[in-house]
């Protein structure tokens, strides 16, 4: 009886995976078609899988340094002689067995020969970030504007640079747009709200936003 119990269980373990593997494959089917459309109405390149020159231009910014299963999944690009934006989704999966996690973000990326930006990472600011402040875990901060110093780990290892970038019109944009994650490097930006997939009908709003964000660094 017991043997006939533990048979009927992984069958019904069996048929709920070939389910869910599915549904899974049928949505991300769903969600490429709707960001071929999207591309299209936007002006945009589409590429699936992403082109193989995106999936190897950004080993050196620390969210394609997380976790394990690093994948580039849907990509929509433009590119002109002194500017590149490409706009794509990234996961990654953290802990392993039954307390893996698989995080997935859209990620806009922006490079522009214009762009002199130092090194830095801005994250929201989290529970432990304030307890590695306690033992000297870097943040640059600024007085006049605590809500941003509050809500945001800024870090980066030229600090006269950084503050220079982070002037009142780029802690306002901040300010506005809770939530984001950005990492620059010398003439490329990336913008992405962690563990965040931007669905389709969003992706117009999304690609303003960090373009507003982008053009504010640019006039630096």
Known sequence: MQEQSNYQFLLLFIAIAVIT???????????TQALTEKARS???????????ETTQRFNNFALFDRGRSQSFLNELWRKDINEEVCVFGY?????????????????????????????????????????GQVFGYSDIDFDNHPSFSKSYLLRGS?????RQLFNRNVIQY??????????????TLLIYKQRSRVEPHELQQFIQNCTQLYKLMLTQ
């Open 158 to 162: 030229n600090e006269a640079q950084i």
């Open 42 to 52: 936007l002006g945009m390149q589409f590429s699936h899988p992403p082109r193989v």
């Open 174 to 187: 901040f300010e506005k747009h809770a939530k984001l994650s950005v990492e620059g490097q010398g003439d």
């Open 91 to 131: 996961r990654y999966v953290t802990g392993s067995g039954k307390n893996s996690t698989t995080h997935m973000q859209t990620v806009f990326a922006v490079t522009n020969k214009q762009l002199n930006l130092p090194n830095f990472e801005l994250n929201p600011e989290n529970f432990f970030h304030k307890i």
């Open 21 to 31: 593997f599915f549904v899974g494959r049928h949505k991300a089917k769903l969600r």
